[in-house]
Antibody, heavy 123, light 107 residues
């Protein structure tokens, strides 16, 4: 069964750091493009960024508000995706979802979502 | 960045109704448009990809249409389990952007 399980969320003070992990199973993680999406409490969905497979260059893209503060990385040997978050701000408070991007159609839908992990940035 | 305009932001409907949600993009995205359903306290789920292709297992009452800048999600014959929030997403160019969401409520 294809599955994504996030971990690492919690309460952190403004200016602090946190690393989220996402354990993937049931599909070939090495070939997967992966994304992080967040949702602030009571708000809509916001795409955070993406990492391509190493075979596709392994490059990353981010939304402007997190550029220079967040880093998406992957460990293909462990089938794990990471989101390193530094210099956290109150506006980063959200549920963070790990998502597998579908490549079959060429239009890159967000095919499979994890259950999410809550990050709260507060003093 | 590509701007998304999703409407309406909410609607009230009854079981059996036909519901239409629209998504307009600020530039041509061909068919790089997908639709998601999110129920309270749950992660979103993919319904439609490539503007009009249904994900396997999604009931046939859901359909998507459109290309270019104007897209539509239609639910033909609303069921009790369809009361939820729906989002569109463009994945044509980064940063990918979501619509604001449409909450389908019980009338």
């Amino acid at each position: 069964e294809e599955q994504l399980v996030e971990s690492g969320g919690g309460l952190v003070k403004p200016g602090g750091s946190l690393r989220l992990s996402c354990a993937a199973s049931g599909f070939t993680f090495t070939d997967a493009w992966m994304s992080w999406v967040r949702q602030a409490p009571g708000k809509g969905l916001e795409w955070v960024g993406r990492i391509k497979s190493k075979g596709s260059g392994g490059t990353t893209d981010y939304i402007t508000p997190v550029k220079g503060r967040f880093t998406i990385s992957r460990d293909d040997s462990e089938n794990t995706l990471y989101l390193q978050m530094n210099s956290l701000k109150a506006e980063d408070t959200a549920i963070y979802y790990c998502v597998w991007i579908g490549l079959g159609s060429g239009t890159l839908p967000l095919h499979l979502w994890g259950q999410g992990t809550l990050v709260t940035v507060s003093a | 960045d590509i701007q998304m305009t999703q409407s309406p932001s909410s609607l009230s409907a009854s079981v059996g109704d036909r519901v239409t949600i629209t998504c307009r993009t600020s530039q041509n995205i061909n068919n790089f448009l997908s639709w998601y359903q999110q129920k309270p306290g749950k992660a979103p789920e993919l319904l439609i990809f490539a503007a009009s292709s249904m994900r396997r297992g999604v009931p046939s009452r859901f359909s998507g249409s459109g290309s270019g800048t104007d897209f539509t999600l239609t639910i033909s014959g609303l069921q009790p389990e369809d009361f939820a929030t729906y989002y569109c997403l463009q994945s044509y160019s980064t940063p990918w952007t979501f619509g604001q969401g449409t909450t389908v409520e019980v009338k």
